[in-house]
């Protein structure tokens, strides 16, 4: 059976877990390839809304198996809250979640990086959610300092750890008062105990023992076994550490680019990408965004789409939908077909506006910038739509959608040049459109 992977085409935040969530009904496994506990997804199930940020959305499903891969970084107090949560509100979490023991651990000494380093070079923030997720993947990079999920079982852990903590502590007294951020951390010196830092990690490496093992092996029998295996992604395409707006991204591969790595798994193996896209545009954090309304309209968008961040509660930044940055992560990704969310959001507005260009230093552009000082400086070329005003949460068929909705995704679907697949008109599974252009 081919594969299937689930991206997100913008900054984020695109409501791909309603989309897993429909989809994993048809799968045999579900698996969380990259980013850590940085990420969520929103799932409305059985009428019960649910907030994830590293367990896979088919968890809701007891016959499919949930994979959290090596590509991931994971903090275990974070993991265990979430598998205690979903336990406390009737959800299963057994045998069906496997941790990669590949998989890289976050750390205390992560998030002190985190809130060290976060705005030291440019002097903008780049908008970590200083859960120390880029600490982590730097040291997975950086290979002496890293500890994976299978260290916690080694003979020689508490060793690693006494090493790791005494290194970190050198380095962070050693920089104390040279970062504007230094007033973040607890004290005027950093001493990591070693010994409670074990302790503690001890205890989540017995609480996690049982669902520890080889997912690279575990997933290249599945594929070796024609199972169905839907791959998602977390964070989106533009926030990708080498194809998004640099530094304003992510630590990890969040476009297509990062599923085979990510997983362990053939390339050829994912036959079908789905891109996932909001019917506007919201970005998190720091970084130049063209379409960006900082006014009443793009607050109306905030707050009928509850642009609040899963895991962060941080407000979104809310802007019309552009159709240059759409079009880049769809053929950056391989994109075949899209799902257009929250398209009810914008039942308000006389007029709809579609960037379907750049302009920059003069030029008319519409390749999206490699560089985030031109993304900066280039200016929104908009083609107005008109809007509509009725509600359409109850619409399941898309000519039943007012002609003028039916017009903008008709539009965003030619801009793009790729066909939708799914419409998304409210956050249950059942306020989903589906069709094919």
Same mark, same amino acid.
């Given at each position: 059976?081919?594969?299937?992977?689930?991206?997100?085409?913008?900054?984020?935040?695109?409501?791909?877990?309603?989309?897993?969530?429909?989809?994993?009904?048809?799968?045999?496994?579900?698996?969380?390839?990259?980013?850590?506990?940085?990420?969520?997804? $929103?799932?409305?199930?059985?009428?019960?809304?649910?907030?994830?940020? &590293?367990?896979?959305?088919?968890?809701?499903?007891?016959?499919?198996?949930?994979?959290?891969?090596?590509?991931?970084?994971?903090?275990?107090?974070?993991?265990?809250?979430?598998?205690?949560?979903?336990?406390?509100?009737?959800?299963?979490?057994?045998?069906?979640?496997?941790?990669?023991?590949?998989?890289?651990?976050?750390?205390?000494?992560?998030?002190?990086?985190?809130?060290?380093?976060?705005?030291?070079?440019?002097?903008?923030?780049?908008?970590?959610?200083?859960?120390?997720?880029?600490?982590?993947?730097?040291?997975?990079?950086?290979?002496?300092?890293?500890?994976?999920?299978?260290?916690?079982?080694?003979?020689?852990?508490?060793?690693?750890?006494?090493?790791?903590?005494?290194?970190?502590?050198?380095?962070?007294?050693?920089?104390?008062?040279?970062?504007?951020?230094?007033?973040? &951390?607890?004290?005027?010196?950093?001493?990591?105990?070693?010994?409670?830092?074990?302790?503690?990690?001890?205890?989540?490496? =017995?609480? &996690?023992?049982?669902?520890? $093992?080889?997912?690279?092996?575990?997933?290249?029998?599945? @594929?070796?076994? =024609?199972?169905?295996?839907?791959?998602?992604?977390?964070?989106?395409?533009?926030?990708?550490?080498?194809?998004?707006?640099?530094?304003?991204?992510?630590?990890?591969?969040?476009?297509?680019?990062?599923?085979?790595?990510?997983?362990?798994?053939?390339?050829?193996?994912?036959?079908?990408? @789905?891109?996932?896209?909001?019917?506007? $545009?919201?970005?998190?954090?720091?970084?130049?965004?063209?379409?960006?309304?900082?006014? =009443?309209?793009?607050?109306?968008?905030?707050?009928?789409?509850?642009?609040?961040?899963?895991?962060?509660?941080?407000?979104?930044?809310?802007?019309?939908?552009?159709?240059?940055?759409?079009?880049?992560?769809?053929?950056?990704?391989?994109?075949?077909?899209?799902? @257009?969310?929250?398209?009810?959001?914008?039942?308000?507005?006389?007029? &709809?506006?579609?960037?379907?260009?750049? $302009?920059?230093?003069?030029?008319?552009?519409?390749?999206?910038?490699?560089?985030?000082?031109?993304?900066?400086?280039?200016?929104?070329?908009?083609?107005?739509?008109?809007?509509?005003?009725?509600?359409?949460?109850?619409?399941?068929?898309?000519?039943?959608?007012?002609?003028?909705?039916?017009?903008?995704?008709?539009?965003?679907?030619?801009?793009?040049?790729?066909?939708?697949?799914?419409?998304?008109?409210?956050?249950?599974?059942?306020?989903?459109?589906?069709?094919?252009?």
């Amino acid at each position: 059976m081919p594969g299937t992977a689930v991206i997100g085409l913008q900054w984020g935040d695109e409501a791909k877990g309603k989309i897993v969530d429909i989809l994993t009904a048809q799968q045999d496994v579900v698996v969380r390839y990259q980013g850590g506990a940085n990420a969520g997804h $929103t799932v409305v199930f059985n009428g019960q809304r649910y907030k994830l940020s &590293l367990i896979p959305s088919g968890v809701f499903h007891p016959n499919v198996q949930c994979v959290i891969a090596g590509g991931v970084v994971c903090s275990p107090s974070a993991l265990l809250a979430e598998i205690d949560t979903l336990v406390k509100l009737g959800v299963n979490v057994g045998k069906n979640l496997l941790i990669s023991d590949r998989a890289h651990i976050i750390f205390p000494w992560h998030k002190i990086e985190d809130a060290m380093f976060d705005n030291i070079a440019s002097g903008e923030a780049i908008g970590t959610t200083m859960r120390g997720i880029g600490p982590c993947y730097q040291d997975k990079y950086g290979r002496s300092l890293a500890v994976r999920f299978g260290d916690l079982y080694k003979p020689d852990f508490e060793e690693k750890i006494q090493t790791i903590a005494g290194a970190k502590n050198r380095l962070f007294n050693g920089l104390i008062g040279e970062t504007d951020n230094s007033q973040m &951390l607890p004290g005027i010196g950093i001493d990591i105990d070693a010994g409670a830092v074990f302790r503690e990690y001890k205890g989540y490496a =017995d609480r &996690l023992e049982k669902y520890v $093992t080889d997912t690279t092996a575990y997933l290249l029998d599945a @594929v070796d076994a =024609d199972k169905r295996i839907l791959f998602e992604g977390a964070q989106g395409s533009l926030l990708d550490v080498d194809h998004g707006t640099f530094p304003y991204v992510t630590s990890s591969n969040s476009s297509a680019v990062g599923v085979c790595s990510g997983a362990g798994v053939p390339p050829h193996f994912i036959k079908k990408y @789905v891109g996932i896209i909001k019917a506007y $545009t919201t970005r998190v954090g720091g970084g130049p965004f063209p379409t960006e309304l900082a006014n =009443d309209t793009g607050q109306c968008i905030r707050d009928r789409g509850k642009e609040y961040g899963t895991v962060t509660k941080r407000p979104r930044r809310c802007g019309w939908f552009d159709a240059v940055a759409a079009r880049y992560t769809v053929r950056l990704g391989g994109i075949d077909t899209l799902a @257009v969310m929250l398209l009810d959001v914008l039942s308000t507005f006389d007029e &709809l506006k579609i960037c379907t260009a750049y $302009t920059l230093d003069g030029s008319r552009v519409t390749a999206f910038p490699s560089h985030v000082d031109d993304l900066r400086r280039v200016e929104a070329i908009y083609e107005t739509l008109p809007g509509w005003h009725e509600d359409i949460t109850e619409v399941r068929q898309f000519s039943d959608l007012p002609l003028n909705a039916q017009n903008y995704l008709k539009r965003i679907s030619g801009l793009i040049g790729k066909p939708i697949e799914m419409v998304s008109v409210g956050p249950g599974r059942e306020q989903t459109i589906m069709l094919q252009f």
